[in-house]
Structure formats: structure tokens, C-alpha cells
């Protein structure tokens, strides 16, 4: 498998401070689809995408069942199932990002894709008291008053 984020940045080959917390997000996400529904992803790569949010992208995950299903045109149905697995899975999700990064998980969203056979775990994270702008904020929902 794959392992987290790359472990140095692009640009310059630097470690990134983060990459073990990154890589455990991967495994510990592959480990539980491995427990729990019996075949996990053969690759994984976790990224922060701003202060907020944690994207795990997982790669070849799929059942042979789930995939006989989308072979025979029942993709909704693979869909309907990998929902399901998902909602069932989020308070084991939620507690094993959030014991690793140190933050509550507000949201949690999944999506699963056939051809390529990816999925994607996205968790929005609490975000940090001085981040006052934060699009996870509640009150940043509000609509401005307008002069």
C-alpha cells in the first residue's frame, strides 16, 4: 500500500513535519474498511486541504461482489451499499481521526467513484479558537446585512 501523504514536499524535498500524522490517517482508514467490510484499498494518500479539512483519497477498494454488481449495470446499488458502510463507520472514523490529530471532526463526507475505483473520506475538523474566518464556522453561514 501506498502510504499517507508523500513524506517530503515536492518542491524542495523537505520531510514534512506532518507526513507520520498523515500516513497513520491512511492506515488506520484502510485497516478499518479491511476489518469491516472485508477488502480495503490497496492505496492510500491523506492531504490537508486548508487548516480545516483532512481528504483521504483510496484507491481499489472495491469487492469482487461490488464489482460483479457494477459490471451488470448496478452502480446505484454499489453506491447505495458504500453509503450505507459509510454511515455505519462514522463514529469509528470520527474517533480514530480525531485521537491522531488532536481536534474534533464536525463532518465527515464520502464518496466512491467505479471507473476509476477510487473513493475519497474528507473530514472537516473543528477548527483551531483564532481561525475566526474559518468556512466551518456556523456563524460564517449567516448572510451578511446589507448597508
Known sequence: MEGGSQ???PEAGRVRPDGQQLQ???NTIVQLQKRFFG?????????WAGDDALICILG???TPVEQTLFEAGRAETVQEMRHAFQLAMEDRLRDEIERIVGRRVVALMSAAHQDPDVACEIFLLEPKPDDHDSPVRAENAELPVMP
Do not use: L, M, N
Not at 477488502?39 to 492531504?47: D, N
Open 39 to 47: 477488502k480495503g484499498p490497496t492505496k492510500a494518500r491523506t492531504s
Open 24 to 26: 497513520d490517517i491512511s
Open 60 to 62: 481499489g477498494g472495491f
Open 7 to 9: 513524506a517530503q514536499t
